[in-house]
């Protein structure tokens, strides 16, 4: 199965995808953030991530996507634009058919590390281990869209607050973007969901 983590934010959106090995390993795949100038409106700045958010998904073809949950901060415009880009992904990656797990902070931290109250420095350190990398990635939204991806992984779609669930997914796959496909995993699962519902 092949994940993308999305550590969603209007400034840097923090995107890792890893694929699953045998015995609960998983292998980077690829990392990176996406930016925005904030003197930029709110609109442009949307379009910009949504473009870069069309190309990682086209791209890497995940068989799932790991959203952070948003949660009530004390900055409201950070989580404003936190929550306007977690829609923005979610919705994208709807388009195309494909499931959207979303994972609290703590949930992810709980799972990479055995700690829910662990800082960055920890959960960077433990994705670093988990992936066998030979630096951290780096800024932290890298390593924390990376610790999205594998905590989905290791915890299973069971256990995230799912936005696509597979009674839906044959649906939205063929309403999903024209000439965006679907990987081997994603189309065995809209095969299954015919036959079993009709």
């Known amino acids: 199965m092949r994940v993308l983590g999305i550590d969603p934010g209007l400034t840097r959106c923090g995107l890792g995808v890893i694929d699953s090995l045998r015995s ?89 590390t055995g700690n829910g109250r662990a800082d960055k420095k920890q959960v960077t350190a433990m994705v670093t281990r988990i992936l066998h990398l030979d630096t951290p990635p780096k800024p932290a939204d890298a390593a924390d869209a990376l610790a999205l991806a594998i905590c989905h992984l290791w915890r299973g779609a069971g256990t995230g607050t799912s936005t696509t669930g597979p009674a839906d997914f044959s649906d939205r796959t063929a309403r999903g973007r024209q000439g965006s496909g679907l990987t081997a995993a994603q189309q065995t699962w809209a095969d299954a969901l015919k036959g079993k519902h009709g």
Request: with cysteine; charged share 25%.
């Open 24 to 112: 609960r390993r998983a292998e980077m795949v690829a990392v990176g953030v996406e930016r925005t100038d904030s003197a930029a409106s709110v609109d442009v700045r949307l379009g910009v991530l949504a473009d870069a958010l069309d190309a990682w998904l086209d791209e890497c073809r995940p068989d799932v996507v790991s959203v952070e949950r948003v949660f009530a901060r004390h900055d409201v415009s950070t989580i404003m634009g936190t929550a306007q880009a977690s829609g923005l992904a979610i919705g994208l990656a709807a388009r195309r058919g494909i499931p959207v797990a979303m994972h609290t902070p703590s949930e992810v931290k709980a799972s990479i």
